[in-house]
């Protein structure tokens, strides 16, 4: 069994900020605009590599994407492939539905499903909204 400690040097931050950049749909140059000063597209790209974000830095990120700054630091994929691949796993329950997972949700996964389109949506407007911005500035 992992301690804590060492489950948490196997969460690499820059891959989560890059996965929730991605799932999003926003590029990294959209991402360094939204940064501001001396960010540009390679700016992001270096930050997406490093496996420990500093803290203020994650949190400039996090309130751009609108996603909780635990998202990019507890965010464990094999943990969360683990997780779901219980559910397709028959060795327990042989073929039957069965309440033999050793897991517990604790969410309605429909709200979740909800809560991620609005997200989007709400992401896809500000895209569109700072388009007409960036076009107006330019004078077009």
């Not at 500093?54 to 965010?75: G, M, R, S, W, Y």
């Not at 604790?106 to 991620?116: A, G, I």
């Amino acid at each position: 069994m992992t301690t804590k400690e060492e489950t948490q040097k196997t969460i690499h931050h820059g891959r989560n900020v890059k996965r929730f950049r991605e799932m999003l749909g926003i590029k990294q140059e959209a991402l360094a605009y939204e940064l501001g000063g001396d960010w540009n597209q390679k700016k992001v790209s270096l930050l997406e590599s490093k496996e420990i974000i500093e803290t203020d830095v994650l949190e400039q990120v996090a309130k751009i994407l609108k996603v909780p700054v635990e998202a990019f630091q507890n965010f464990d994929e094999e943990a969360a492939v683990a997780f779901f691949n219980t559910f397709n796993d028959n060795s327990t329950n042989h073929g039957t539905i069965g309440n033999n997972y050793n897991c517990e949700l604790n969410f309605n996964p429909v709200d979740k499903v909800v809560e991620l389109f609005e997200r989007l949506l709400a992401s896809e407007k500000e895209k569109t909204d700072l388009m007409k911005e960036i076009l107006e500035k330019m004078g077009k």
